[in-house]
């Protein structure tokens, strides 16, 4: 990744992270009578949810979803990396008192708009937006993620991925925070 200061992984993450595979091989089984098929997907996704308690999926698009759940399969199964989400959709409510109150703490919607958009422009309330933890599955998605149509989106905020499908494996241009490049309410890009 393209930061100033890499995060060395922590040894706590690397036991989460075997904690994590060792319990999904126990729910094999399990997972296995319930979906042959898709076995390792769903031992995988009961292992996170118990990794990541308070992880909420809901909200995201069907295609964002699908993708952010073979992504962490496979970073799971194959390399041992975990991958949970932060925050995903949200309420353009959320999404609004979020903005105003990074405009109160920053001074100016200008300054704001460098960590958070506004409703309207945030991919969050349109489903297709995951900020996602720890920072090595960060790493790992930035690296494999492409496969999925999921990708690192800014310079400045190493947990923000978006789905974009439809990009043929490229990635869309990363751009140096969340502001650059949308269109702020008096027409004029920022």
């Known amino acids: ?5 890499t995060i060395p992984p922590r040894p706590r993450d690397r036991l989460y992270a075997a904690l994590t595979l ?7 089984p399990a997972a296995f009578a319930r979906r042959p098929g898709r076995a390792r997907e769903l031992a995988c996704g009961w292992a996170l ?7 909420d999926l809901t909200g995201l698009t069907d295609g964002a979803l ?19 989400l932060t925050s995903g959709y949200r309420d353009p409510i959320v999404q609004q008192r979020m903005f105003d109150e990074e405009v109160r703490r ?13 409703p309207a422009e945030s991919s969050h309330v349109k489903g297709i937006a995951l900020d996602v933890r720890p920072h090595e599955g960060a790493r790992w998605l930035e690296e494999h993620g492409g496969r999925y149509d999921l990708y690192r989106m800014y310079d400045n905020e190493w947990w923000h991925f978006e789905y974009r499908p439809g990009s043929g494996g490229t990635p869309p241009r990363r751009r140096p925070h969340p502001g650059v490049g949308h269109v702020i309410d008096n027409g004029d890009q920022a």
Do not use: D, K
Not at 1 to 5: A, G, V, Y
Not at 69 to 84: D, I, N, S, Y
Not at 110 to 118: I, K, Y
């Open 1 to 5: 990744m393209n930061e100033p200061r």
């Open 22 to 28: 060792v319990l999904a091989v126990l729910l094999l």
């Open 49 to 55: 949810r118990m990794r990541f308690p308070a992880e």
């Open 66 to 84: 699908a993708a952010f759940t073979a992504a962490r399969t496979e970073a799971l199964w194959r390399h041992g990396q975990l991958l949970g």
């Open 106 to 118: 920053s001074g100016s919607p200008a300054s704001a708009r460098m960590l958070v958009l506004p």
